[in-house]
């Protein structure tokens, strides 16, 4: 199973992105799916995730301002991303909980896709 982020980039304050990420391989079902991110010289943490019945969560810091939506058909889940401020800024990562059979439960994570928000 590979994980393939795509869509950042450099944008202004208050403006917009958005992040895509495609599952692929041997793939039974896909329980949640989320984005998280990286700061330099801070950890990783968790933006917004989606499970399978539908169901979002968000951090306190990107709600009313992001979005997370899924392709179940695909295999997708994007990261609608507005109102962009500098401190989003960050290597934003897709995580996927994933079987590759009913029994078979891990987690993958996609390469890192750089978001740049600068004037």
């Known amino acids: 199973v590979q994980l393939q982020a795509s869509g950042g980039g450099l944008v202004r304050p208050g403006g917009s992105l958005r992040l895509s990420c495609e599952a692929s391989g041997s793939i039974f079902s896909i329980d949640i799916m989320g984005w998280y991110r990286q700061a330099p010289g801070k950890q990783r943490e968790l933006v917004a995730r989606i499970f399978s019945s539908g169901t979002t969560n968000y951090v306190d810091f990107v709600k009313g301002r992001f979005t997370i939506s899924r392709d179940f058909a695909k295999n997708m889940v994007y990261l609608q991303m507005n109102s962009l401020k500098p401190e989003d800024t960050a290597l934003y990562f897709c995580?996927?909980?994933?079987?590759?059979?009913?029994?078979?439960?891990?987690?993958?994570w996609g390469q890192g896709t750089l978001v740049t928000v600068s004037s």
């Open positions: 995580q996927g909980d994933i079987r590759s059979s009913r029994f078979n439960l891990r987690d993958y």
